[in-house]
């Protein structure tokens, strides 16, 4: 089940403020458990650090493409890829606008 009036934020490669390894295992782990209880966002935006996440070698990208089929949009901020020289290996490369109309059309904005 999409909720669908929230949006996640992922700012970090990871979540929270510990080392790497950790931050990457939290970040595994929530994204199992939301899906698996079928607490499905409508969309998760990824930007600065974030958009990392989305790329080739990101040990979230499993997670990330199941999430995916299940109909959750995820939006990659396209400056912040520019910049790191990085590309999306899933979701949709949007910009800023993108990001903006997802928050402000939610209901409720989650932030890792």
């Given at each position: 089940?999409?909720?669908?009036?929230?949006?996640?934020?992922?700012?970090?490669?990871?979540?929270?403020?510990?080392?790497?390894a950790l931050q990457i295992k939290l970040l595994i782990?929530?994204?199992?458990?939301?899906?698996?209880?079928?607490?499905?966002?409508?969309?998760?935006?990824?930007?600065?650090?974030?958009?990392?996440?989305?790329?080739?070698?990101?040990?979230?990208?499993?997670?990330?493409?199941?999430?995916?089929?299940?109909?959750?949009?995820?939006?990659?901020?396209?400056?912040?890829?520019?910049?790191?020289?990085?590309?999306?290996?899933?979701?949709?490369?949007?910009?800023?606008?993108?990001?903006?109309?997802?928050?402000?059309?939610?209901?409720?904005?989650?932030?890792?």
């Amino acid at each position: 089940m999409n909720t669908s009036n929230t949006v996640i934020l992922i700012t970090n490669y990871g979540m929270g403020k510990s080392d790497e390894a950790l931050q990457i295992k939290l970040l595994i782990k929530y994204l199992q458990l939301i899906t698996n209880g079928n607490l499905l966002p409508n969309s998760i935006c990824f930007y600065a650090d974030g958009v990392k996440c989305t790329t080739a070698d990101s040990p979230v990208l499993p997670q990330l493409k199941t999430i995916e089929e299940k109909g959750v949009r995820l939006i990659v901020c396209s400056t912040c890829l520019e910049h790191l020289g990085r590309k999306a290996a899933v979701g949709i490369v949007g910009g800023m606008p993108d990001i903006i109309e997802a928050q402000f059309t939610a209901e409720k904005v989650i932030s890792l």
